[in-house]
């Protein structure tokens, strides 16, 4: 989940964007919280540190009046958040290019002497970093990466039919709308990476219940959008139907 870092080392000015941001936040109804306010650069990458399995968005100010700049400080968040989104609010707007010398990737560059539109911009940057991020974080479960011996695959859950295991230990086959693969791993390993669709349709089958054209009860056959087929056993056979009918 995302959160939010302010860096900001002139009092007045921090209690003022802190006001605006927890303001569009409300407006925009979106539930996020600023996690860290502070003066001090050294917090905001300690606290970076602490968390680098999680992403931010950042606002600091370029002029820290400290040993580094918020662009250099930036430079450094890039480092444990490379996924982050960078928002510079400054007085300097002659200090813009060089985000780009530093390449750190910002979102945006907000000027402090533009009163009437800073509240928009910021509004505008909380909302682009929030979509963006949902973007990314449904493309990421919405894909499983299968490692193929000779390449590293991304397939999306989407075109997989089914799994099963073959004649060769350890060895498994996957199905898809776009064809075959064979890789090592076990079925029931899997199941970490797959969605509510997947279901254990057979001790030797893990079957996406999207692609599933129909159901051959009496006969224990599943037949697939492609008209593929493979195998339910008796014992899960019900269980599949109720996860198809529901």
Same mark, same amino acid.
């Given at each position: 989940?995302?959160?939010?870092?302010? &860096?900001?080392?002139?009092?007045?000015?921090?209690?003022?964007?802190?006001?605006?941001?927890?303001?569009?936040?409300?407006?925009?109804?979106?539930?996020?919280?600023?996690?860290?306010?502070?003066?001090?650069?050294?917090?905001?990458?300690?606290?970076?540190? #602490?968390?680098?399995?999680?992403?931010?968005?950042?606002?600091?100010?370029?002029?820290?009046?400290?040993?580094? #700049?918020?662009?250099?400080?930036?430079?450094?968040?890039?480092?444990?958040? +490379?996924?982050?989104?960078?928002?510079?609010?400054? #007085?300097?707007?002659?200090? +813009?290019?060089?985000?780009?010398?530093?390449?750190?990737?910002?979102?945006?560059?907000?000027?402090?002497?533009?009163?009437?539109?800073?509240?928009?911009?910021?509004?505008?940057?909380?909302?682009?970093? &929030?979509?963006?991020?949902?973007?990314?974080?449904?493309?990421?479960?919405?894909?499983?990466?299968?490692?193929?011996?000779?390449?590293?695959?991304?397939?999306?859950?989407?075109?997989?039919?089914?799994?099963?295991?073959? +004649?060769?230990?350890?060895?498994?086959?996957?199905?898809?709308?776009?064809?075959?693969?064979?890789?090592?791993?076990?079925?029931?390993?899997?199941?970490?990476?797959?969605?509510?669709?997947?279901?254990?349709?057979?001790?030797?089958?893990?079957?996406?219940?999207?692609?599933?054209?129909s159901i051959d009860k009496h006969n224990h056959i599943i037949h697939f959008v492609n008209d593929e087929t493979c195998f339910v056993s008796l014992m899960?056979?019900?269980g599949l139907i109720k996860k198809c009918l529901n």
């Amino acid at each position: 989940m995302l959160g939010i870092i302010l &860096c900001e080392d002139n009092e007045h000015q921090k209690k003022q964007i802190e006001s605006i941001i927890k303001n569009e936040l409300i407006n925009l109804k979106i539930n996020l919280e600023i996690e860290l306010s502070t003066k001090k650069y050294e917090e905001v990458i300690a606290y970076v540190k #602490s968390n680098k399995k999680r992403s931010f968005i950042y606002f600091l100010d370029v002029d820290l009046k400290d040993q580094i #700049s918020g662009i250099e400080l930036a430079k450094i968040i890039r480092r444990y958040d +490379s996924n982050g989104y960078i928002v510079f609010i400054t #007085s300097h707007s002659e200090l +813009s290019l060089l985000t780009f010398k530093y390449k750190v990737q910002a979102l945006d560059y907000i000027l402090k002497s533009d009163s009437k539109n800073i509240k928009k911009k910021i509004s505008e940057c909380i909302l682009e970093a &929030c979509k963006d991020y949902d973007k990314n974080n449904i493309e990421k479960e919405d894909t499983i990466t299968i490692n193929l011996g000779n390449r590293i695959n991304k397939f999306s859950l989407y075109d997989i039919l089914f799994f099963e295991t073959t +004649s060769i230990a350890h060895k498994l086959r996957l199905h898809t709308l776009n064809g075959e693969f064979e890789f090592y791993g076990k079925l029931k390993e899997l199941d970490v990476n797959l969605n509510s669709y997947f279901y254990k349709a057979h001790k030797s089958y893990v079957v996406n219940i999207a692609n599933i054209s129909s159901i051959d009860k009496h006969n224990h056959i599943i037949h697939f959008v492609n008209d593929e087929t493979c195998f339910v056993s008796l014992m899960y056979l019900n269980g599949l139907i109720k996860k198809c009918l529901n």
